[in-house]
Protein backbone atom coordinates (compact mmCIF):
# COMPACT_ATOMS: atom_id res chain seq x y z
CA UNK A 1 0.00 0.00 0.00
CA UNK A 2 2.83 2.19 -0.93
CA UNK A 3 1.26 5.68 -0.34
CA UNK A 4 -1.59 5.02 0.70
CA UNK A 5 -2.53 8.21 1.93
CA UNK A 6 -2.47 9.71 -1.15
CA UNK A 7 -4.65 7.47 -2.47
CA UNK A 8 -7.02 6.69 0.44
CA UNK A 9 -10.14 8.97 -0.24
CA UNK A 10 -13.01 9.00 3.11
CA UNK A 11 -16.63 8.99 1.18
CA UNK A 12 -19.87 8.86 3.05
CA UNK A 13 -22.14 5.71 3.05
CA UNK A 14 -23.93 6.75 0.37
CA UNK A 15 -20.92 7.55 -2.49
CA UNK A 16 -20.48 4.13 -3.65
CA UNK A 17 -19.75 4.75 -7.21
CA UNK A 18 -22.73 7.24 -8.35
CA UNK A 19 -21.84 10.05 -5.98
CA UNK A 20 -18.04 9.49 -6.25
CA UNK A 21 -16.39 12.83 -5.55
CA UNK A 22 -13.27 13.76 -4.08
CA UNK A 23 -12.82 16.84 -3.11
CA UNK A 24 -13.15 18.85 -6.14
CA UNK A 25 -10.67 21.80 -5.00
CA UNK A 26 -9.14 23.09 -1.79
CA UNK A 27 -8.28 27.03 -2.68
CA UNK A 28 -10.08 29.84 -3.01
CA UNK A 29 -13.60 30.24 -4.12
CA UNK A 30 -14.26 32.14 -7.21
CA UNK A 31 -16.68 35.15 -6.84
CA UNK A 32 -19.74 35.64 -9.13
CA UNK A 33 -19.22 32.16 -10.84
CA UNK A 34 -21.24 31.78 -13.59
CA UNK A 35 -24.34 28.93 -13.38
CA UNK A 36 -26.74 27.87 -16.14
CA UNK A 37 -29.72 30.33 -14.91
CA UNK A 38 -32.14 28.40 -17.70
CA UNK A 39 -32.87 26.11 -14.81
CA UNK A 40 -33.99 28.52 -12.51
CA UNK A 41 -36.42 30.20 -15.31
CA UNK A 42 -39.82 30.46 -15.97
CA UNK A 43 -40.19 28.45 -19.57
CA UNK A 44 -42.77 30.14 -22.13
CA UNK A 45 -43.35 29.60 -25.62
CA UNK A 46 -45.07 30.89 -28.82
CA UNK A 47 -46.10 27.01 -29.36
CA UNK A 48 -45.45 24.09 -28.66
CA UNK A 49 -46.65 20.54 -29.80
CA UNK A 50 -48.72 18.54 -28.17
CA UNK A 51 -46.75 15.67 -27.76
CA UNK A 52 -43.14 17.53 -27.12
CA UNK A 53 -42.11 18.35 -23.77
CA UNK A 54 -41.16 22.58 -22.91
CA UNK A 55 -39.31 21.61 -20.12
CA UNK A 56 -36.74 19.61 -22.10
CA UNK A 57 -35.09 22.88 -23.23
CA UNK A 58 -33.50 23.68 -19.73
CA UNK A 59 -33.28 20.21 -17.97
CA UNK A 60 -29.76 20.77 -18.31
CA UNK A 61 -28.67 17.37 -20.71
CA UNK A 62 -26.16 17.67 -23.01
CA UNK A 63 -27.42 16.51 -26.29
CA UNK A 64 -24.72 14.05 -28.72
CA UNK A 65 -26.47 15.56 -31.98
CA UNK A 66 -29.01 17.58 -33.48
CA UNK A 67 -31.37 14.41 -33.64
CA UNK A 68 -31.05 13.13 -29.83
CA UNK A 69 -34.31 12.81 -28.34
CA UNK A 70 -33.30 10.92 -25.70
CA UNK A 71 -34.08 13.11 -22.98
CA UNK A 72 -37.20 14.87 -25.12
CA UNK A 73 -37.29 17.86 -27.35
CA UNK A 74 -39.06 21.29 -27.71
CA UNK A 75 -40.78 21.85 -30.90
CA UNK A 76 -43.55 23.72 -32.98
CA UNK A 77 -44.69 21.30 -35.61
CA UNK A 78 -48.46 22.12 -35.81
CA UNK A 79 -49.07 20.83 -39.47
CA UNK A 80 -48.08 22.76 -43.11
CA UNK A 81 -50.40 25.51 -42.66
CA UNK A 82 -48.50 26.63 -39.98
CA UNK A 83 -44.65 26.11 -41.57
CA UNK A 84 -42.41 29.14 -42.02
CA UNK A 85 -43.89 31.18 -38.95
CA UNK A 86 -41.86 33.04 -36.65
CA UNK A 87 -41.56 31.10 -33.23
CA UNK A 88 -40.00 32.10 -29.88
CA UNK A 89 -39.20 30.44 -26.39
CA UNK A 90 -39.08 32.54 -23.58
CA UNK A 91 -37.47 32.67 -19.81
CA UNK A 92 -37.89 35.18 -17.42
CA UNK A 93 -37.28 35.47 -13.86
CA UNK A 94 -38.49 36.72 -10.54
CA UNK A 95 -35.62 39.34 -9.94
CA UNK A 96 -32.53 40.74 -12.53
CA UNK A 97 -30.00 38.77 -13.11
CA UNK A 98 -26.82 39.52 -14.87
CA UNK A 99 -26.12 37.26 -18.13
CA UNK A 100 -22.75 36.28 -19.77
CA UNK A 101 -23.57 34.19 -22.36
CA UNK A 102 -26.65 32.38 -24.67
CA UNK A 103 -26.23 28.47 -26.04
CA UNK A 104 -28.94 27.03 -28.21
CA UNK A 105 -28.38 23.20 -29.50
CA UNK A 106 -30.87 23.22 -32.30
CA UNK A 107 -33.06 20.12 -33.29
CA UNK A 108 -34.02 18.44 -36.24
CA UNK A 109 -35.57 15.16 -37.64
CA UNK A 110 -34.99 15.96 -41.53
CA UNK A 111 -38.24 16.32 -42.17
CA UNK A 112 -41.39 18.79 -40.47
CA UNK A 113 -38.80 19.98 -38.21
CA UNK A 114 -35.85 22.01 -39.70
CA UNK A 115 -32.21 23.49 -39.18
CA UNK A 116 -33.73 27.42 -38.36
CA UNK A 117 -32.71 29.93 -41.57
CA UNK A 118 -33.08 33.14 -38.77
CA UNK A 119 -32.30 33.01 -35.04
CA UNK A 120 -32.37 36.18 -32.82
CA UNK A 121 -32.13 36.92 -29.46
CA UNK A 122 -34.27 40.00 -27.67
CA UNK A 123 -34.46 40.80 -23.99
CA UNK A 124 -36.42 42.97 -21.92
CA UNK A 125 -35.64 46.63 -21.22
CA UNK A 126 -37.78 49.70 -19.96
CA UNK A 127 -41.06 47.52 -20.73
CA UNK A 128 -40.16 46.27 -24.28
CA UNK A 129 -38.11 43.95 -26.37
CA UNK A 130 -34.81 45.10 -27.50
CA UNK A 131 -32.87 43.44 -29.91
CA UNK A 132 -30.03 41.34 -28.55
CA UNK A 133 -28.22 39.89 -30.98
CA UNK A 134 -28.27 37.16 -33.99
CA UNK A 135 -27.98 33.27 -32.28
CA UNK A 136 -26.15 30.55 -35.03
CA UNK A 137 -28.19 27.62 -37.07
CA UNK A 138 -25.26 24.98 -36.95
CA UNK A 139 -26.85 21.65 -36.53
CA UNK A 140 -24.81 19.49 -33.99
CA UNK A 141 -23.17 21.52 -32.15
CA UNK A 142 -24.01 24.41 -29.51
CA UNK A 143 -23.95 27.54 -30.87
CA UNK A 144 -23.27 30.44 -27.97
CA UNK A 145 -24.25 34.28 -28.16
CA UNK A 146 -22.08 36.51 -25.97
CA UNK A 147 -23.82 39.22 -23.47
CA UNK A 148 -21.19 40.43 -22.08
CA UNK A 149 -23.03 40.90 -18.45
CA UNK A 150 -26.40 42.16 -20.06
CA UNK A 151 -28.62 42.57 -16.86
CA UNK A 152 -32.60 41.72 -17.64
CA UNK A 153 -35.73 39.64 -16.06
CA UNK A 154 -36.86 38.21 -19.38
CA UNK A 155 -34.95 37.01 -22.68
CA UNK A 156 -36.67 35.71 -25.75
CA UNK A 157 -35.38 32.81 -28.06
CA UNK A 158 -36.75 33.66 -31.81
CA UNK A 159 -36.18 31.15 -34.65
CA UNK A 160 -37.86 30.18 -37.72
CA UNK A 161 -37.63 27.68 -41.10
CA UNK A 162 -39.08 26.68 -43.86
CA UNK A 163 -41.06 24.56 -42.02
CA UNK A 164 -41.14 24.42 -37.81
CA UNK A 165 -38.14 24.65 -35.41
CA UNK A 166 -37.00 22.23 -32.64
CA UNK A 167 -34.54 22.91 -29.67
CA UNK A 168 -32.95 19.97 -27.85
CA UNK A 169 -31.08 22.62 -25.28
CA UNK A 170 -31.24 26.29 -24.48
CA UNK A 171 -28.69 27.41 -21.74
CA UNK A 172 -27.99 30.98 -20.49
CA UNK A 173 -25.00 31.27 -18.11
CA UNK A 174 -24.89 34.24 -15.54
CA UNK A 175 -25.68 34.80 -12.13
CA UNK A 176 -28.51 36.34 -9.81
CA UNK A 177 -28.39 39.16 -9.22
CA UNK A 178 -26.99 42.96 -10.22
CA UNK A 179 -23.16 42.28 -10.66
CA UNK A 180 -21.08 45.50 -11.21
CA UNK A 181 -19.07 44.91 -14.53
CA UNK A 182 -18.23 48.45 -15.58
CA UNK A 183 -15.01 48.05 -12.92
CA UNK A 184 -12.50 45.99 -15.21
CA UNK A 185 -10.03 45.62 -12.06
CA UNK A 186 -12.70 43.92 -10.14
CA UNK A 187 -13.06 41.49 -13.43
CA UNK A 188 -9.58 40.64 -13.38
CA UNK A 189 -9.52 39.76 -9.87
CA UNK A 190 -12.50 37.62 -10.83
CA UNK A 191 -10.30 35.99 -13.13
CA UNK A 192 -7.54 35.37 -11.22
CA UNK A 193 -9.68 33.91 -8.48
CA UNK A 194 -11.05 30.87 -10.93
CA UNK A 195 -7.08 30.87 -12.46
CA UNK A 196 -6.48 30.55 -8.67
CA UNK A 197 -8.97 27.94 -8.37
CA UNK A 198 -8.53 26.09 -11.32
CA UNK A 199 -4.42 25.66 -10.14
CA UNK A 200 -5.40 23.59 -7.15
CA UNK A 201 -7.18 20.59 -10.00
CA UNK A 202 -4.74 17.90 -10.04
CA UNK A 203 -5.01 17.83 -13.58
CA UNK A 204 -3.81 13.70 -12.67
CA UNK A 205 -7.81 13.60 -12.56
CA UNK A 206 -9.23 15.25 -15.56
CA UNK A 207 -10.03 13.87 -18.58
CA UNK A 208 -6.52 13.70 -20.61
CA UNK A 209 -8.93 15.84 -23.08
CA UNK A 210 -8.38 19.12 -21.03
CA UNK A 211 -4.86 18.78 -20.34
CA UNK A 212 -3.77 21.22 -24.01
CA UNK A 213 -7.25 23.39 -23.33
CA UNK A 214 -6.81 24.25 -19.24
CA UNK A 215 -3.31 25.93 -21.02
CA UNK A 216 -5.23 27.96 -23.47
CA UNK A 217 -7.92 29.23 -21.52
CA UNK A 218 -4.84 30.10 -19.05
CA UNK A 219 -3.17 31.83 -21.51
CA UNK A 220 -5.75 33.80 -22.67
CA UNK A 221 -6.85 34.58 -19.11
CA UNK A 222 -3.46 35.81 -17.80
CA UNK A 223 -2.85 37.85 -21.18
CA UNK A 224 -6.32 39.43 -20.31
CA UNK A 225 -5.50 40.15 -16.69
CA UNK A 226 -1.83 41.79 -17.54
CA UNK A 227 -3.16 43.38 -21.30
CA UNK A 228 -4.54 46.69 -21.31
CA UNK A 229 -7.74 45.67 -22.86
CA UNK A 230 -11.47 46.92 -23.36
CA UNK A 231 -13.91 46.07 -21.19
CA UNK A 232 -15.84 43.86 -22.94
CA UNK A 233 -13.20 41.74 -23.75
CA UNK A 234 -12.43 41.08 -20.12
CA UNK A 235 -15.59 40.73 -19.04
CA UNK A 236 -16.39 37.96 -22.42
CA UNK A 237 -12.86 36.40 -21.03
CA UNK A 238 -14.44 36.27 -17.15
CA UNK A 239 -17.94 34.61 -18.86
CA UNK A 240 -16.02 31.73 -20.73
CA UNK A 241 -13.35 30.99 -17.24
CA UNK A 242 -15.96 30.78 -15.74
CA UNK A 243 -18.12 28.11 -17.80
CA UNK A 244 -14.65 26.38 -18.25
CA UNK A 245 -14.22 25.91 -14.62
CA UNK A 246 -17.49 24.37 -13.76
CA UNK A 247 -16.99 22.37 -17.04
CA UNK A 248 -13.39 21.22 -15.17
CA UNK A 249 -15.25 20.58 -11.81
CA UNK A 250 -17.92 18.12 -12.98
CA UNK A 251 -15.22 16.47 -15.23
CA UNK A 252 -13.03 15.41 -12.26
CA UNK A 253 -15.79 13.69 -10.62
CA UNK A 254 -16.49 11.88 -13.76
CA UNK A 255 -13.01 10.76 -14.31
CA UNK A 256 -12.88 9.74 -11.04
CA UNK A 257 -16.02 7.34 -11.08
CA UNK A 258 -14.36 6.10 -14.24
CA UNK A 259 -11.02 5.11 -12.29
CA UNK A 260 -12.79 3.60 -9.37
CA UNK A 261 -15.11 1.35 -11.99
CA UNK A 262 -11.68 0.45 -13.57
CA UNK A 263 -10.24 -0.68 -10.75
CA UNK A 264 -12.52 -2.61 -9.27
CA UNK A 265 -12.97 -4.35 -12.71
CA UNK A 266 -9.00 -5.18 -12.66
CA UNK A 267 -10.04 -6.92 -9.04
CA UNK A 268 -12.59 -9.19 -10.50
CA UNK A 269 -10.39 -9.82 -13.82
CA UNK A 270 -7.77 -10.80 -11.34
CA UNK A 271 -9.55 -14.01 -10.02
CA UNK A 272 -8.94 -16.88 -12.27
CA UNK A 273 -12.27 -18.76 -11.65
CA UNK A 274 -14.48 -15.63 -12.77
CA UNK A 275 -16.34 -16.71 -15.76
CA UNK A 276 -17.93 -14.90 -18.35
CA UNK A 277 -15.32 -12.71 -18.55
CA UNK A 278 -14.85 -11.11 -21.93
CA UNK A 279 -17.71 -8.48 -21.68
CA UNK A 280 -16.24 -7.24 -18.68
CA UNK A 281 -12.82 -7.43 -20.31
CA UNK A 282 -13.45 -5.57 -23.35
CA UNK A 283 -15.52 -2.91 -21.28
CA UNK A 284 -12.91 -2.57 -19.23
CA UNK A 285 -10.25 -2.31 -21.63
CA UNK A 286 -12.47 0.38 -24.07
CA UNK A 287 -12.92 2.53 -20.05
CA UNK A 288 -9.17 2.80 -19.55
CA UNK A 289 -8.47 3.55 -23.05
CA UNK A 290 -10.81 6.34 -22.65
CA UNK A 291 -9.57 7.35 -19.26
CA UNK A 292 -5.98 7.96 -20.48
CA UNK A 293 -7.06 9.22 -24.28
CA UNK A 294 -5.53 13.09 -25.32
CA UNK A 295 -9.21 13.27 -27.05
CA UNK A 296 -11.55 12.32 -24.32
CA UNK A 297 -13.55 14.69 -21.96
CA UNK A 298 -16.48 14.98 -19.71
CA UNK A 299 -19.09 13.73 -22.15
CA UNK A 300 -16.69 10.36 -23.45
CA UNK A 301 -15.74 9.61 -19.86
CA UNK A 302 -19.41 9.74 -18.29
CA UNK A 303 -20.86 7.20 -21.50
CA UNK A 304 -17.93 4.88 -20.48
CA UNK A 305 -18.76 4.90 -16.51
CA UNK A 306 -22.38 4.47 -17.35
CA UNK A 307 -21.38 1.44 -19.40
CA UNK A 308 -18.65 -0.18 -17.21
CA UNK A 309 -20.33 0.31 -13.90
CA UNK A 310 -23.55 -1.48 -15.68
CA UNK A 311 -21.50 -4.40 -16.59
CA UNK A 312 -20.11 -4.86 -13.59
CA UNK A 313 -23.50 -4.79 -11.62
CA UNK A 314 -24.16 -7.65 -13.35
CA UNK A 315 -21.27 -10.48 -12.09
CA UNK A 316 -23.09 -12.01 -9.19
CA UNK A 317 -19.65 -14.12 -9.06
CA UNK A 318 -18.27 -10.52 -6.80
CA UNK A 319 -20.91 -8.99 -5.59
CA UNK A 320 -20.56 -5.38 -6.87
CA UNK A 321 -22.90 -2.45 -5.01
CA UNK A 322 -23.90 0.36 -7.54
CA UNK A 323 -26.32 3.26 -7.44
CA UNK A 324 -30.28 1.13 -7.68
CA UNK A 325 -31.65 4.43 -7.99
CA UNK A 326 -29.92 4.75 -11.82
CA UNK A 327 -32.34 1.96 -13.19
CA UNK A 328 -35.45 2.82 -11.47
CA UNK A 329 -39.10 4.44 -12.58
CA UNK A 330 -38.95 7.99 -10.76
CA UNK A 331 -43.00 9.03 -9.47
CA UNK A 332 -44.01 11.31 -7.04
CA UNK A 333 -46.86 13.15 -5.16
CA UNK A 334 -46.08 16.85 -7.02
CA UNK A 335 -43.62 18.64 -9.12
CA UNK A 336 -43.07 22.05 -9.71
CA UNK A 337 -43.66 21.92 -13.36
CA UNK A 338 -40.13 23.98 -14.37
CA UNK A 339 -38.48 21.79 -12.27
CA UNK A 340 -37.17 18.12 -13.24
CA UNK A 341 -37.95 14.97 -11.76
CA UNK A 342 -35.43 13.07 -13.42
CA UNK A 343 -32.76 15.37 -11.72
CA UNK A 344 -33.29 12.59 -8.46
CA UNK A 345 -31.10 10.03 -9.94
CA UNK A 346 -29.27 11.91 -12.54
CA UNK A 347 -25.90 11.02 -10.25
CA UNK A 348 -25.33 14.66 -10.07
CA UNK A 349 -24.61 17.04 -7.44
CA UNK A 350 -23.25 20.94 -6.52
CA UNK A 351 -21.11 21.51 -3.56
CA UNK A 352 -23.91 23.30 -1.50
CA UNK A 353 -27.55 22.79 -0.78
CA UNK A 354 -28.00 26.00 -3.53
CA UNK A 355 -27.56 23.51 -6.47
CA UNK A 356 -25.66 25.43 -8.48
CA UNK A 357 -25.18 24.14 -12.22
CA UNK A 358 -27.12 20.84 -11.37
CA UNK A 359 -30.41 20.05 -11.81
CA UNK A 360 -33.63 19.67 -8.85
CA UNK A 361 -36.48 18.62 -8.26
CA UNK A 362 -38.79 20.30 -5.94
CA UNK A 363 -42.22 20.45 -5.05
CA UNK A 364 -43.32 24.24 -4.56
CA UNK A 365 -47.05 25.00 -5.63
CA UNK A 366 -47.60 28.65 -4.44
CA UNK A 367 -48.34 29.35 -0.41
CA UNK A 368 -51.51 27.13 -0.09
CA UNK A 369 -49.82 24.12 -0.50
CA UNK A 370 -47.36 25.31 2.12
CA UNK A 371 -46.27 22.49 4.67
CA UNK A 372 -47.83 19.88 3.01
CA UNK A 373 -46.09 16.16 2.87
CA UNK A 374 -45.21 15.13 -0.24
CA UNK A 375 -42.93 11.80 -1.90
CA UNK A 376 -41.09 10.76 -4.51
CA UNK A 377 -40.81 7.50 -5.19
CA UNK A 378 -38.61 4.78 -6.74
CA UNK A 379 -40.21 1.13 -8.71
CA UNK A 380 -38.19 -1.15 -9.97
CA UNK A 381 -39.11 -3.88 -12.09
CA UNK A 382 -37.82 -6.51 -9.41
CA UNK A 383 -36.95 -6.90 -6.07
CA UNK A 384 -33.86 -5.21 -5.43
CA UNK A 385 -31.09 -5.65 -2.36
CA UNK A 386 -31.13 -2.19 -0.82
CA UNK A 387 -28.37 -1.58 1.61
CA UNK A 388 -28.64 2.09 2.10
CA UNK A 389 -30.36 5.45 0.94
CA UNK A 390 -28.72 8.98 1.03
CA UNK A 391 -30.95 12.05 -0.02
CA UNK A 392 -28.77 15.51 -0.74
CA UNK A 393 -31.38 18.18 0.21
CA UNK A 394 -32.19 21.48 -2.17
CA UNK A 395 -33.24 24.59 -0.67
CA UNK A 396 -33.57 28.57 -2.01
CA UNK A 397 -34.43 29.63 1.81
CA UNK A 398 -36.65 31.09 0.39
CA UNK A 399 -40.17 29.18 -0.65
CA UNK A 400 -38.14 26.08 -1.11
CA UNK A 401 -36.60 24.97 2.62
CA UNK A 402 -34.67 21.95 4.47
CA UNK A 403 -37.45 19.40 5.63
CA UNK A 404 -38.26 19.46 9.42
CA UNK A 405 -38.71 15.88 9.10
CA UNK A 406 -38.25 12.90 6.25
CA UNK A 407 -38.79 9.22 6.26
CA UNK A 408 -37.96 6.51 4.18
CA UNK A 409 -40.57 3.90 3.52
CA UNK A 410 -40.06 -0.03 1.62
CA UNK A 411 -42.68 -1.76 -0.23
CA UNK A 412 -43.56 -5.18 1.22
CA UNK A 413 -46.55 -7.81 1.68
CA UNK A 414 -49.03 -5.17 -0.26
CA UNK A 415 -47.86 -2.79 2.16
CA UNK A 416 -45.36 0.35 2.85
CA UNK A 417 -43.14 -0.65 5.84
CA UNK A 418 -40.90 2.24 7.85
CA UNK A 419 -37.28 2.26 7.63
CA UNK A 420 -36.39 5.11 9.74
CA UNK A 421 -35.82 8.79 9.71
CA UNK A 422 -33.16 10.37 7.55
CA UNK A 423 -31.42 13.46 8.24
CA UNK A 424 -31.97 16.96 6.97
CA UNK A 425 -28.74 18.63 7.10
CA UNK A 426 -27.81 20.89 4.21
CA UNK A 427 -24.52 20.85 2.23
CA UNK A 428 -24.13 17.15 2.58
CA UNK A 429 -25.47 13.48 1.92
CA UNK A 430 -27.93 12.25 4.60
CA UNK A 431 -27.69 9.02 4.86
CA UNK A 432 -30.22 6.02 6.42
CA UNK A 433 -28.97 2.14 6.44
CA UNK A 434 -31.96 0.58 4.95
CA UNK A 435 -31.03 -3.37 4.07
CA UNK A 436 -34.45 -4.39 2.73
CA UNK A 437 -35.35 -6.45 -0.25
CA UNK A 438 -37.30 -4.40 -2.23
CA UNK A 439 -39.34 -3.23 -5.08
CA UNK A 440 -40.28 -0.10 -4.45
CA UNK A 441 -38.58 2.62 -1.99
CA UNK A 442 -39.81 6.28 -1.19
CA UNK A 443 -38.44 9.24 0.66
CA UNK A 444 -42.04 11.21 2.44
CA UNK A 445 -40.82 14.74 3.24
CA UNK A 446 -42.51 17.83 5.20
CA UNK A 447 -41.04 21.36 5.91
CA UNK A 448 -42.84 24.87 7.03
CA UNK A 449 -42.46 25.56 2.93
CA UNK A 450 -41.90 23.53 -0.06
CA UNK A 451 -39.07 20.89 -0.19
CA UNK A 452 -36.45 19.94 -2.76
CA UNK A 453 -33.70 17.59 -3.64
CA UNK A 454 -30.83 17.50 -5.46
CA UNK A 455 -30.01 13.41 -5.99
CA UNK A 456 -31.41 10.68 -4.14
CA UNK A 457 -30.08 7.59 -4.09
CA UNK A 458 -30.65 3.96 -3.29
CA UNK A 459 -27.57 1.78 -3.02
CA UNK A 460 -27.30 -1.59 -3.09
CA UNK A 461 -27.53 -5.23 -5.32
CA UNK A 462 -29.55 -7.12 -7.54
CA UNK A 463 -30.74 -9.42 -5.31
CA UNK A 464 -28.96 -13.01 -6.86
CA UNK A 465 -25.87 -11.09 -5.87
CA UNK A 466 -26.82 -9.80 -2.32
CA UNK A 467 -24.36 -10.69 -0.13
CA UNK A 468 -24.95 -11.39 3.22
CA UNK A 469 -25.88 -8.52 5.67
CA UNK A 470 -23.48 -6.92 7.81
CA UNK A 471 -26.41 -6.51 10.16
CA UNK A 472 -26.25 -2.83 10.73
CA UNK A 473 -28.95 -1.01 12.60
CA UNK A 474 -31.20 1.93 11.10
CA UNK A 475 -29.83 4.81 11.73
CA UNK A 476 -31.97 7.59 13.26
CA UNK A 477 -30.17 10.30 14.30
CA UNK A 478 -26.98 12.24 12.71
CA UNK A 479 -23.65 11.13 13.42
CA UNK A 480 -21.60 12.26 16.35
CA UNK A 481 -19.42 15.12 14.80
CA UNK A 482 -17.18 14.90 16.97
CA UNK A 483 -15.42 12.44 15.33
CA UNK A 484 -13.62 11.97 12.37
CA UNK A 485 -11.86 9.94 10.31
CA UNK A 486 -8.08 11.17 9.19
CA UNK A 487 -5.59 9.66 6.74
CA UNK A 488 -2.34 9.17 7.89
CA UNK A 489 1.49 9.64 5.85
CA UNK A 490 2.05 6.38 7.20
CA UNK A 491 2.01 3.50 5.32
CA UNK A 492 1.75 1.47 8.40
CA UNK A 493 -0.77 2.93 9.32
CA UNK A 494 -3.31 4.54 6.36
CA UNK A 495 -5.88 5.86 8.85
CA UNK A 496 -6.70 6.93 11.92
CA UNK A 497 -10.46 7.80 13.74
CA UNK A 498 -10.25 10.89 15.95
CA UNK A 499 -12.02 10.50 19.48
CA UNK A 500 -11.32 13.55 21.48
CA UNK A 501 -14.04 12.87 23.69
CA UNK A 502 -12.04 9.77 24.79
CA UNK A 503 -15.77 7.97 24.91
CA UNK A 504 -15.29 4.07 24.55
CA UNK A 505 -16.04 3.30 21.47
CA UNK A 506 -16.86 -0.23 19.53
CA UNK A 507 -14.95 0.43 15.83
CA UNK A 508 -15.75 -2.17 12.98
CA UNK A 509 -14.35 -2.83 9.94
CA UNK A 510 -16.11 -4.87 6.86
CA UNK A 511 -15.19 -5.44 3.64
CA UNK A 512 -17.39 -5.69 0.25
CA UNK A 513 -18.75 -8.33 1.12
CA UNK A 514 -19.61 -7.84 4.54
CA UNK A 515 -17.45 -9.87 6.24
CA UNK A 516 -16.20 -8.80 9.18
CA UNK A 517 -11.63 -7.76 8.98
CA UNK A 518 -11.12 -6.20 12.38
CA UNK A 519 -12.51 -5.20 15.59
CA UNK A 520 -11.59 -3.40 18.23
CA UNK A 521 -13.04 -1.47 21.39
CA UNK A 522 -10.86 1.77 22.58
CA UNK A 523 -11.34 5.17 24.27
CA UNK A 524 -8.36 6.13 22.89
CA UNK A 525 -7.79 9.85 21.70
CA UNK A 526 -6.68 8.41 18.35
CA UNK A 527 -7.14 4.98 17.07
CA UNK A 528 -4.81 3.72 14.10
CA UNK A 529 -5.70 1.32 12.25
CA UNK A 530 -2.95 -0.75 10.51
CA UNK A 531 -2.22 -1.97 7.28
CA UNK A 532 -2.84 -5.37 8.35
CA UNK A 533 -6.60 -4.87 8.71
CA UNK A 534 -6.97 -3.70 5.14
CA UNK A 535 -6.51 -6.92 2.81
CA UNK A 536 -5.85 -5.67 -0.38
CA UNK A 537 -7.15 -2.50 -2.72
CA UNK A 538 -11.49 -1.37 -2.56
CA UNK A 539 -14.22 -0.55 -0.64
CA UNK A 540 -14.30 -0.63 3.06
CA UNK A 541 -17.35 -0.35 5.69
CA UNK A 542 -16.16 1.66 8.78
CA UNK A 543 -19.11 1.42 11.95
CA UNK A 544 -18.24 3.43 15.16
CA UNK A 545 -20.75 3.04 17.93
CA UNK A 546 -21.20 3.76 21.41
CA UNK A 547 -20.91 0.50 23.61
CA UNK A 548 -24.64 0.57 24.30
CA UNK A 549 -24.75 0.07 20.55
CA UNK A 550 -26.01 3.26 19.34
CA UNK A 551 -24.54 4.05 16.00
CA UNK A 552 -22.79 7.27 15.75
CA UNK A 553 -21.08 7.17 12.65
CA UNK A 554 -21.06 5.39 9.60
CA UNK A 555 -18.44 5.93 6.62
CA UNK A 556 -16.78 4.21 3.81
CA UNK A 557 -13.09 4.08 2.74
CA UNK A 558 -11.75 3.62 -0.63
CA UNK A 559 -8.27 1.78 -0.56
CA UNK A 560 -6.61 2.29 -4.53
Known amino acids: MKNACFLLRIFLFSAILSTFSAELYAGPTAANEDSNLAQKAFVTTSKISNWERLSSVNDGFEPLSSTDRTHGIYGNWDGESEYGVLNWVQYEWPSVVTLSSASVYWYSDGGGILQPTIAYMEHWVDGAWKRTGT???????????????LQTTKIRLNMLSSTATGIAEFKVMGVQGVVDQGNALECKRQIQCLLDSISWINLGELPRGYFSTVSTYWSDAKFRITAVDTLARITACLSTLSSFHQELKHAKIAWLRLSACVDSARILLADAKLKNRENLQNACNVA???QYSSNAFLIDVTREYQSLSKILSDYYFNPYPYNLATVATVSTSYKAPWETLSALNDGLFSTTSEGIGVLRYTNWNGEADWGLTNWVQYDWNSDKAVRTVSVYWYTDGQGVTLPDSAVVEYWKDDQWHLSGRIGVLADTFNVLPVDAITSRLRLAMKSKTATGIIEFSAEGYETAAAPKSTGLKQVDTQKDNTLGLFCSESDSQPWSLSNPTCRKL?????????RTVYTVISDLQTLVLPTSALSGKGLYLVRVAAVDGNILMVNKILVQ
Open 135 to 149: MGVVLDKWNTLALNG
Open 506 to 514: SVTLYDAYG
Open 288 to 290: YAT
